[in-house]
Each structure stands twice: as C-alpha cells, then as structure tokens.
C-alpha cells in the first residue's frame, strides 16, 4: 500500500482575530433605532471590551481554519494506547441535546425532575451490572476523581472500622493517576513490580500487604494491556490482611460483558464513561467517572443518593457515614445521558461484542507489527500492545522520532513513553470501531517508517514535515512555559 491519508494539501495561515479586524467593519446590521440616542455615564463603563470589528465571512473562515488545524476521531485512527479514543454514535449526541434534557435546571425540584433522576438511576443499575457491584455513584467528573472518591471511600471504611491504616499498594503497570488518588486521601503509596510476564504475581503482593496497608490498586487490564490473571489470588491475600481492593476500571472497555471485577475479588471500582461508555475522549471534557462499590462499602458513597419509592424518585442526603459532597450538583449529567442511550442500544451481547472486536484489533496490530517494533512482552493482549524503540535506536532513531514522522503519514502518533515499564515505549489502543482496511494502512505507515529509520535517520530527525507546525522544543516549553499568550 502506497497511499495515505498524509498531504500537503492546502494548509491556511490564520492570524489573531486583533490581527484581521479593521476599524469599521462588521456582521451584521441593525434595523433604525426608533428611540433616542442617550450617552451613558462613562465612569460606569469603563474602557469597553478590546472586540475587533469583523465581517462576517472574517468570523466564519476564522474558526473553520482553526478547526481544520484540529485532528480528532471524526478525521482518521487515533490510536492513543491508555486513552481509547474510539468513535462513538452520533445518536448519543443527539440524545444528549434533546430539549427536555438541556433545558432542565440542576435546581429544580425532584417533582420537576422525574426522567432525569430516573435516567440516572436506571444508568445506575445497568453499570452495577456490567461491573458486578452492588451500588453505584454517578457524582465523579472524570476517572481520577472517580479514584480519589474510591480511596475516600476506603479511608472511611477503615475510619469505621478504627483502623488508621498508612499505605497503599500500587503497582508499576497502574494508570498514572493512581499514586497520586493514594497519596491525596493521605496513604503512602508502595510500589510492587510487575513480573516477567508484565502482570503482578501474588507472592510479590503477600510480601509487602501488611496491617499497616489500606489496600491495593489494581489497573485491570493493566497498562500494558495484559489482564491480571491472578486477580483472584491477590484479592484473597488483601483481603486476609483486612485490605481492599481497588480496581481502576479505565480499561473496562476490553471486559465489559466478558469480566465482572465485582465477581472476582474487587470491592471498589470506578469507571470512565466517556472512554467506554460513548463520550468523546479528550478536548478538556466533561467526563464522568462514577465509583462502583459493593455492598458492605454503599453507605459511605458521595451524597447525595438517588432514592426509588413506588417509581418515584428522590435526592437523599441520609447517610451519616458518606465521603460527603464531591460534585456540584450531581454530576456531569450529559455524558450520563450518552452513557446511558449507548447502554440501552447496544445491549448486553453488542457490549460484549465491542470488547471482543476491541482485543481482537489489538492482537492484529500486535501480529502484523511485532517484526518491525521490539515486543517487550510477546503474547496475547486486551485492547492495546506496546512497542519500544529498542531496534530502531540502533540508527539513532526514538520513539519521537517514530511518532513525528507518523503525522507526515496521515496518522496521529500513539501514546509514547507509556508504560514506564518499557523504556521507549510505543502504546497503540486501535479501539473496535476502527476497520481492517484502516488499520492495515496504519500498519503500513508504521512499516514505512520503520523502513525510513534504517535507510534515512535524519528524515525522522526532521519529521514531521508537512504540518503547519514543525517539531517544537518540547522541553524548552516545559521548564519555561509561555502563559501570558
């Protein structure tokens, strides 16, 4: 295959808004006063906002071309590994606009607000099933704020239980976020090495779970998209020591249908909505990242609950045990309506499918490129694999230099250099709404590539090439970022 989806095409130059408006100009025209004209007292006005004047073609070819700058998961594969930047219906979308959702205010009454609270009750339920829990909050904006309501939720368990445990388990294939969700509810995180087969190994965690140990995290699939095969095992020895497990449900987009975390030994589990459960990945949200819990954790969930009595439905604040308020209102109710729309759509065998189309794209790109790209762990993997440099460094050529020169190819690079557990690593999550022939041309460009490292480094030292913006300097803007514009 020599064609990609790269060209140089017609990239446009845009200026600041201040840059383009001329003294005059503007879109629109208003109909003939038919009031006087009065000044207004200027020490209540001030200077006035610094608007520049504009026609209106001005306006709309302005946020067309910034537009056109963008890349997103409506142009082509977004292969970010860890992020599942899949695509999603657009009849979610739409459900999610409809009026009586949009128009509804967080503030009015639960008598005024019976399809919403419904909605998010039946949401609710349908992902205490997917994931084997008892009880459900909608309330977490994103995925680290779901872990963070997790470990509040088991400082307060063992608060009750007066137990002032110190520690938490976090493994080194875990989401990045986890040490931190630890440490802000004021447990020191402790690291455990995954084994040779990249998973965690039992006797690893029996030998640092100890009285002094809240519990541990577990990212499963993990980071490397492998499953923890010995989940049940691991649960077992936490639990003996009076721990709990943690579950970091940010994969369950390659179980859902196949595992239930809540039938294997996981007593707290959130979830992200909008990488699963069809909303949008990325841009800055909103997300949603509801806390699964089982039974024994329920009355310590975030307040307040939604109450069912005879088919109506209610608010409630009574729970005296709660983590408390963690939420503006409920939550970030519009990606609950996607969620919930996708749920009820799919249904139970076309979730399952999703994961299964999800793992099955995953081990392909896995075959079709582990010739090209080092393997750091050669067998069966969930939703992502991952790669390293180790054989193109050989020619002076890194991950970055492989992920930039992807761009020139039409393709937006993987995630790099996660995993931390392998050194240069590539991570490529295809997700499963993307076909065959669109990954076959991704493993192409990657082949090319991997081509161009051997015959021609200083390509990719270059790369990439025909972006409107060259490679920057990274860590120049790290260390001195501009904030000011």
Not at 14 to 29: A, C
Not at 83 to 97: R, V
Not at 128 to 143: H, K, R, Y
Not at 182 to 211: F, R, T, W
């Amino acid at each position: 295959m020599t064609d990609f989806s790269g060209t140089t095409g017609l990239i446009f130059n845009e200026p600041l808004l201040w840059e383009k408006g001329r003294k005059g100009r503007t879109g629109m025209s208003l109909p003939r006063r038919d009031v006087g004209t009065y000044a207004l007292d200027e020490s209540l006005c001030g200077d006035g906002p610094d608007f520049p004047d504009l026609s209106e073609p001005e306006v709309a070819r302005h946020y067309v071309r910034l537009s056109q700058w963008n890349f997103g998961v409506d142009s082509g594969l977004y292969p970010l590994g860890s992020c599942t930047m899949k695509y999603n219906p657009k009849l979610n979308e739409k459900m999610a606009s409809l009026q009586g959702f949009t128009g509804a205010h967080p503030l009015l009454p639960a008598e005024l607000s019976q399809g919403a609270l419904r909605l998010m009750f039946e949401l609710e339920r349908l992902l205490a099933e997917i994931t084997g829990m008892d009880a459900v909050s909608l309330q977490p904006a994103a995925g680290a704020h779901g872990e963070l309501a997790g470990m509040l939720i088991i400082h307060a368990y063992h608060k009750s239980n007066g137990a002032a445990r110190s520690k938490i388990i976090v493994p080194d294939t875990a989401h990045g976020t986890n040490p931190a969700s630890a440490a802000l509810c004021g447990y020191k995180p402790v690291a455990v090495k995954s084994n040779e087969q990249g998973v965690l190994s039992p006797e690893a965690v029996a030998e640092i779970m100890d009285s002094e140990t809240a519990g541990i995290m577990i990212t499963n699939p993990n980071t490397l998209g492998l499953f923890e095969r010995s989940i049940r095992e691991i649960a077992e020895i936490v639990h003996k020591k009076g721990g709990l497990v943690y579950g970091d449900g940010a994969n369950m987009n390659a179980v859902m249908g196949i595992v239930r975390m809540g039938d294997i030994g996981v007593d707290v589990q959130h979830l992200n909505l909008h990488k699963t459960f069809s909303t949008p990945h990325g841009g800055g949200g909103p997300g949603a990242g509801p806390v699964c819990v089982k039974k024994n954790l329920e009355k310590f969930l975030p307040v307040p609950r939604i109450i069912e009595n005879h088919g109506a439905y209610s608010l409630s604040y009574d729970s005296a045990e709660s983590i408390g308020k963690i939420h503006a209102f409920y939550g970030n109710f519009g990606v609950m309506i996607k969620a919930y729309g996708y749920i009820l759509s799919m249904g139970a065998e076309s979730l399952k499918k999703a994961s299964q189309l999800a793992v099955l794209n995953a081990n392909y790109i896995k075959a079709k490129l582990k010739d090209v790209f080092h393997l750091a762990y050669d067998q069966p993997c969930m939703h992502e694999c991952v790669f390293s440099d180790k054989l193109q460094k050989q020619n002076g050529v890194t991950t970055l230099d492989i992920a930039k020169r992807l761009i020139d190819y039409g393709f937006h690079p993987p995630t790099v250099y996660f995993p931390l557990v392998v050194s240069g690593s590539i991570m490529i999550e295809p997700t499963e709404t993307e076909s065959k022939e669109d990954i076959d041309q991704f493993v192409e460009a990657c082949k090319a590539v991997v081509a161009e490292a051997k015959e021609n480094p200083e390509l990719l030292h270059a790369a990439p090439t025909r972006t409107k913006v060259r490679r920057l300097d990274e860590t120049n803007a790290t260390r001195h970022p501009c904030l000011t514009g």
